[in-house]
């Protein structure tokens, strides 16, 4: 395999388990631990750990540790403000670009979101939250504003998931509706609007964590 796959292998599984709690805060993390559990070299693991120390999931004290950091209210904060804007730029740019079918992704994705917090599922809830913002990231075709909601979204999720295990509950599926018909309506603005009113949400569910 490719030294960049495997190198994007290690990083997603860690990533992944980090965010999930799998791996929890504070926790210790070993290059040869994981290089074995993934069946991989030291080496990508390395490379993973460096991407995600610049990402804020891991802190390092060279020659002493490496270990998963703390979720911190106001990390969270300072994130969800930098993919919040994203968002809204890029539901700016696809909102005219969208087609029928693209609409009619987002609806399913929302039904599938509504259906998994009703559940009680925060993997399905999130996957399928991800699923419907995902179709205006790909639409509007800006890769820096994926780029930068790809790396800081991680920290969001972390804190959204222990305060769905609380008892809390996922960004409303009311609000999706709301974006969702604005966007079927072609209604830039009002898209717009609604987003910034999903993020604003996020930061204070970090509020509520100080």
């Known amino acids: 395999m490719p030294r960049t796959l495997l190198r994007e292998r290690a990083y997603a599984a860690i990533r992944d388990a980090i965010v999930t709690g799998e791996i929890e805060p504070g926790a210790l993390v070993r290059d040869a631990d994981l290089a074995e559990r993934l069946g991989l070299s030291r080496a990508p693991v390395r490379e993973a750990f ?7 999931l891991l802190e390092s004290k060279p020659q002493s540790y490496t270990r998963v950091t703390p979720v911190v209210a106001a990390d969270v904060r300072d994130a969800a403000a930098v993919v919040g804007a994203m968002h809204e730029l890029v539901t700016r740019a696809a909102v005219p670009r969208l087609f029928a079918a693209d609409v009619e992704a987002m609806r399913t994705a929302n039904e599938r979101f ?14 399928a939250d991800d699923g419907l913002h995902d179709v205006l990231v790909r639409v509007s075709g800006n890769r820096a504003a994926a780029a930068t909601i790809a ?20 960004r ?5 509706d709301r974006l969702i018909e604005a966007c079927a309506a072609g209604d830039v603005d009002e898209a717009v ?18």
């Open 50 to 56: 460096s991407r995600l120390v610049d990402e804020g």
């Open 114 to 127: 509504a259906a998994a917090v009703g559940a009680g599922d925060v993997d399905s809830a999130l996957d």
């Open 151 to 170: 790396r800081y979204t991680p920290l969001i999720r972390r804190l959204e998931r222990r305060r769905f295990g609380e008892g809390g509950t996922c």
């Open 172 to 176: 409303s599926a009311g609000l999706h």
């Open 193 to 210: 609007r609604v987003t910034a009113e999903i993020w604003r949400t996020l930061a204070d569910l970090a509020d509520s964590d100080d």
